[in-house]
Structure formats: C-alpha cells, structure tokens
C-alpha cells in the first residue's frame, strides 16, 4: 500500500541546541493529533543519536533518516559514514542524490545505485533524488533527464528491492528558491515517473510507490500539491526548520 511521506530534509543547518529545540517543537505540535502520513527529520547525522533519542520518547512518533551515505561498505574512508553505522542507530531512511549533492559533491548515477545498494543491504529505505535543471526543463528534456537519472541508478534493482524505494521528485530550479513547480507540473512529472515504474515493474509496484515533490514547497502550498493523485508527500528543505511550518505540512493532506 502506497503511504504518505513528509522528510524534513534540515540540510546543513542547526547547532546541537537549536537541532535539541527543534526536534522538540516538531514532537511537541505533533503530539497533539496524529497526521495522516509518515513524518520523517533528517537532520545532520551528528545530531541523529539526539534525533532518534527524542522520537523514542514520543513513542516514535517521527521517523529518523540521514541525508547522505557512503557508497563503501566500511573502513579508510575518513570522514564517511557506513550504511552499517546507521543501520545500527536505527535510522529508516536516508536520502540519496540530493541535487546539492550531485552539484557540488560530484556525485554520479553510478555511484547513487552503490549507496542505494548500501542502504538496502541494510534495511534502510532509500529517499531517492531526481530532478532537472531549469535549462533541462526549457530546452523541453526534463522527462529525459529524469527518465535517465532513474534509470541508471535504480533500474537494474529486483522488484523486491525496489519496492522499498521512496522517489523524491525536485526540480532543481524549484529548490530553495521559492519558485515552486506548479501543481500540474508536479503531477505530470510525477504520472510519468510511475509510468516508467510500471513499465519496469508493473502496475502494483507502480501504484505502491510513494513519490514526494520536493522544492520550494511550504505550509501555504502543500496542500494544493498533494491534493495530487501521484503527489504522495514532500521532501521539505527550509520550511522544515520551522516546526509549525513543517507539522502544517505534514497535516496537509
Ligand atoms: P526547499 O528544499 O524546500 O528549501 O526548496 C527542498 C530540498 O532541497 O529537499
């Protein structure tokens, strides 16, 4: 069954304190009523011990995901972390191929397949990026690039694998700019997306998969966006820093 998602991708923000307070306040505004989707914090991974900490004290009400993993499976690696490492906080999620990764980290599809890979050996649910650039999109290329990027990272992946994807669909002229992709061009993308998918693996995987919109997308718009068929949620980058901005997102539905 396909299952509504809200992350709250932090990115590189918060000290430990406001990280403390802010996972606090988040719990806090969720207390109250029990949204109906999946409410997942991915803050910086110093800070997921403190994260995962908190939400076992509010009977789990969030989930707790990382935003990056090393493609290797352990050792001289300085400064990366393991996909065993989270595995053994219990982290659920983590999120592969952020643009910002792509862009300024160089990763590539080859290498986002090895850090899904990682995570599914794992039992961590990939929160798999994609996206084109504003020219992409101008030039009329977007579902090619889109179409590419899924392609070349997850399509070699069995159907059992793959069903334990979560696609985040953001296009990179909509991030952190306030341009927020309309609710058309959201759901058209999205539709094509999970037409690729059932191509791939058929019609029930398809249905099952949760595809996010991510990219400018906030307590005013949030609504308009998922009331879309093939919207299944958000990956949600500065809203998420405000707890009641984020907890109306996630009640958005
Ligand atoms: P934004 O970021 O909501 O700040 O646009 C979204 C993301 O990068 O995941």
Redesign the pocket.
Known sequence: MRKNIVAG?W?MNTTFQEAEELIADILDSLEEQAPNCEVVVCPPSVYLELASDYAGDYDNLLSIGAQNVSEYEKGAYTGEIAASMLASMNMDYC?VG???RRKYFGETNQQLALKVERLLEHAIRPIF?CGEQLEEREAGNHFKVVENQIREALFHFSSDEFSNLVI?Y?PVW????GKTATAAQAQEMHAFIRSLIAEKYGNQTAEDTTILY?????AANAKELFANKDVDGG??????LKANDFVTIARSF
Do not use: D, F, R
């Not at 990956?235 to 998420?240: D, F, K, M, N, V």
């Open positions: 991708n990115k999120i952020h643009s910002e990026c985040a953001e909509a991030i952190g700019t991510g990219g400018s997308c906030n990956l949600i980058g500065g809203a998420s």
